[in-house]
């Protein structure tokens, strides 16, 4: 018997990156958000044993490297299971994206593969496995609208917002994330970044409210199953800002927009503004764009192109090389297609999923 699991990507509501930490990754701050583009994951185990990756696409990889096939190796051993596990990838994401496609094939992976032996891992292993695989995995173990910190795999499920019209634009690049941040630390070496303020706040107060709001963290201690019910739940200086000065500068935002959200109050009830639009101008901003943009003058170019075509806001995910664009209406999102499209753009209109619809359409 085949699974098939629905592979979701994810965007990135502003990217704030930190200090280098000892593990050699960097802190981060960020909001995550799911989207409805996605791969489909089918997963069988038959006699034998073994992992086997099938995709048609070269670009991704069929041995350890693959994040499907490290994940199955943890959670055999951790199921205490034997076969031949069989993965079939069928590709609609792009690979270095940005997007979390690999992350999201992996947790895709995770799911059928219990469903399939009919054994389930306990959440708290569950999200203990994703993380040792990689940052943006438990993510998707969460879905809808999250707060990221630590090296991203710390998450903390926020209230979901309303769907958002969405409109993903997928140049015909790839950037490598570890790349990405050594430009980003060359950069901090050489004192070239933009002014951006300085603060109080910081991500661990904007955490412990994100708590006492009762959406307590997905990571470590709080019991997270797939099935549950979530919807109950510039100038330039020599001296560049100091990382915790620029992970305040996010937070402070973060933290005004969730504290008014959070208050008590009708929660703006009777506005039409979308509190997602709210929340990207609380000054979030994605840090790759300052080293991914100048080695890829493309990128820049796809983020103008959603701006003129009518996005309210525009960035790019992760560190490249999609980019995204959040609109107003429906309609407005696929006239933007339209329009990118006959400017020679691939670009394919979507929606951001709340963390009810998510887990409704991921086990197809």
Not at 177 to 200: M, N, Q
Not at 209 to 218: I, T, V, Y
Not at 239 to 257: F, H, I, Q, V, Y
Not at 295 to 308: D, I, N
Request: charged letters at 25%; hydrophobic letters at 40%; one cysteine or more.
């Amino acid at each position: 018997m085949t699974v098939s699991v629905r592979s979701f990507a994810k965007i990135n509501l502003g990217l704030r990156i930190g200090a280098r930490r000892e593990d050699k990754f960097h802190e981060l701050l960020t909001v995550y958000q799911t989207i409805g583009l996605h791969d489909v994951i089918g997963v069988r185990v038959g006699r034998g044993d073994g992992i086997e990756i099938v995709c048609s696409d070269p670009r991704v990889p069929k041995d350890e490297s693959n994040t499907c096939y490290r994940i199955v190796e943890k959670a055999m051993r951790a199921l205490n299971a034997k076969g031949r596990v069989t993965i079939e990838i069928e590709k609609k994401l792009p690979v270095k994206g940005g997007l979390g496609g690999a992350s999201s094939n992996a947790v895709a992976t995770l799911l059928g593969l219990e469903r399939v032996l009919k054994r389930f891992l306990p959440a708290t292993e569950r999200l203990q496995i994703s993380a040792e695989v990689g940052s943006d995995l438990p993510l998707f173990l969460v879905g809808g609208t999250a707060l990221g910190v630590g090296r991203g795999e710390q998450v903390y499920p926020l209230e979901d917002l309303p769907s958002t019209p969405c409109v993903v634009v997928a140049p015909e690049v790839g950037v490598s994330t570890p790349r990405a941040f050594a430009d980003w630390d060359r950069l901090c070496g050489a004192g070239t970044l933009a002014r951006e303020g300085s603060g109080k706040g910081s991500a661990v107060h904007r955490t412990e409210r994100s708590e006492r709001a009762g959406l307590g963290p997905a990571w470590p201690g709080k019991s997270i199953h797939p099935h549950m019910d979530y919807a109950d739940a510039s100038s330039v200086k020599l001296t560049p800002p100091a990382p915790s000065d620029r992970m305040n500068e996010l937070g402070r935002g973060l933290s005004a927009w969730l504290s008014e959200r959070y208050s008590g109050a009708p929660f703006r009830r009777g506005r039409r503004e979308n509190p997602l639009l709210e929340l990207v101008r609380a000054g979030i901003k994605n840090d790759f764009e300052q080293v991914v943009f100048p080695e890829y003058p493309e990128l820049s170019e796809a983020k103008s192109a959603l701006e003129r075509a009518g996005a309210k806001y525009a960035s790019l995910s992760g560190s490249g090389s999609a980019l995204y664009g959040l609109f107003a209406s429906k309609q407005a999102a696929r006239a933007a297609v339209a329009k990118l499209r006959k400017q020679g753009w691939a670009a394919e209109a979507t929606v951001t999923l709340p963390k009810r619809v998510y887990w409704g359409k991921v086990i197809g």
